[in-house]
């Protein structure tokens, strides 16, 4: 899948980039060449309407010289015959003469005749008394300007052979940078899809031990339908305890589903984070026995902020019930809140097992466990901390981790005060 669709992105960019190399270099071979034979065309036409001047009655006898070098000017008759008023020109008035007759008029033409290329414009004659020196058997009808453009012509060619060369280099250049940048633009493709196929992997896996362990349970159930209920009490318990297990892991996996589609909004509001924390540090005094963890805290009072107080109550929960599952007993959490300058930061802190320096770029990875035997035993599925990571990323928050094996954790919470819109 992922071969195909880069070969078909190697072909699109390819595409895109020919075809912006080939507009490019048209407009400018047509904007060339518009300008060189603009530059001549000028020329020849300024010097034939020299000859429908007023004066053009003693232009025919003696017409000024031409200002560019390159122009000859010539005469038609209405009979078909042409003539050179320049005699000093005379040496190419036969080729010229040839390439003249095929003027025609009004038009301006290009021909190429023994090599040479050359540009002509046919101007009529605009007065009654057109004798060129008298001569009553040459009746002018037309003036002619004829000139040479091999210059601009071997130009343009020079042009064309540089585009085209430059072009088949182009077209390997393009390939190749399309082919690279395919490659770049499906790497977050394929690790979002490689994220995606784990997710999915390790999803199913943490579903289906819940759900084995019911179905057994209840099928043993079955199997002695005359027990008690004291009798199958065990069984009673592990199906409830998994069945929570269950509800805990499809309620996380909806939430990670919403925050990747954008589609868990945070409830902004004014919020007291002091009686936040302090609520849920309440909640966790009964697991100071259940544990053995001596739990203590630190609260500023009065702590406010713009925020959703749901979502900073589930943040607290996750962060002090990690806290406590990796701390051993006779441990200690401490929960910790100030702020400073414009942040709320919050700190919670145990004593507990430590994390690996190997593990702790990976601690926010969904399902995620570094002692898996441990999180499971305590019904940890590994989604709790890349809750709460996206958590304080959509307040514009930040969070960091201080551990030391053997020593203990420390997460260090830091969110705006003031209002911050949604990512």
């Not at 060339?32 to 007023?54: E, G, H, I, T, Y």
């Not at 414009?121 to 002018?140: A, C, H, K, R, T």
Request: aromatic share 8%; with cysteine.
């Amino acid at each position: 899948m992922f071969k195909i669709t880069s070969r078909r992105l190697t072909i699109l960019n390819s595409l895109v980039f020919l075809l912006i190399f080939v507009a490019f270099t048209s407009i400018l071979y047509g904007y060339l060449a518009l300008r060189l034979f603009d530059k001549v065309d000028n020329a020849m036409q300024s010097q034939a309407n020299l000859f429908n001047l007023p004066q053009g009655r003693f232009a025919l006898a003696a017409p000024p010289p031409p200002f560019d070098p390159r122009i000859f000017m010539l005469l038609r008759s209405s009979d078909g015959r042409i003539i050179n008023p320049t005699p000093f020109r005379i040496d190419e008035t036969e080729d010229i003469a040839k390439i003249a007759a095929l003027a025609t008029t009004g038009e301006i033409q290009t021909k190429e005749y023994q090599n040479h290329v050359y540009r002509m414009i046919s101007v009529p004659y605009q007065y009654e008394n057109n004798l060129y020196n008298g001569d009553g058997g040459f009746l002018v009808q037309e003036v002619i300007a004829v000139s040479i453009v091999d210059s601009e012509i071997e130009l343009l060619n020079n042009l064309l052979w540089i585009t085209v060369g430059g072009g088949i280099i182009s077209v390997i250049s393009i390939i190749l940078a399309g082919y690279f940048l395919a490659g770049r633009a499906m790497v977050p493709i394929r690790a979002a899809w490689e994220k995606q196929q784990q997710f999915v992997s390790e999803a199913s896996h943490e579903l289906r031990s819940p759900i084995t362990g019911i179905y057994n349970n209840a099928e043993l159930m079955l199997r002695h339908p005359k027990h008690t209920i004291e009798e199958e009490g065990h069984r009673i318990n592990t199906i409830m305890k998994e069945s929570k297990r269950m509800t805990k892991l499809i309620s996380s996996l909806l939430t990670l589903a919403r925050s990747d589609a954008n589609k868990a909004e945070l409830q902004l509001a004014p919020v007291n984070i002091s009686e936040v924390i302090h609520s849920v540090v309440q909640g966790f005094e009964v697991m100071e026995e259940v544990y053995r963890v001596n739990l203590t805290w630190n609260i500023q009072p009065n702590l406010e902020l713009i925020a959703d107080k749901e979502r900073l109550h589930q943040l607290m929960v996750i962060l002090i019930d990690n806290a406590f599952k990796y701390t051993h007993a006779g441990g200690q959490v401490h929960i910790c809140s100030s702020q400073s300058e414009k942040n709320v930061v919050i700190t919670v802190q145990d004593t507990g097992c430590g994390i690996s320096p190997e593990n702790l770029s990976h601690i926010f990875d969904r399902f995620f466990r570094e002692d898996k035997a441990r999180s499971r035993e305590s019904g940890g599925i590994g989604l709790g901390l890349a809750i709460a990571k996206w958590i304080i990323e959509k307040h514009r928050g930040q969070i960091k981790v201080e551990s030391k094996l053997g020593k203990g954790t420390k997460f260090i919470v830091s969110i705006p005060v003031t209002k911050s819109k949604e990512s």
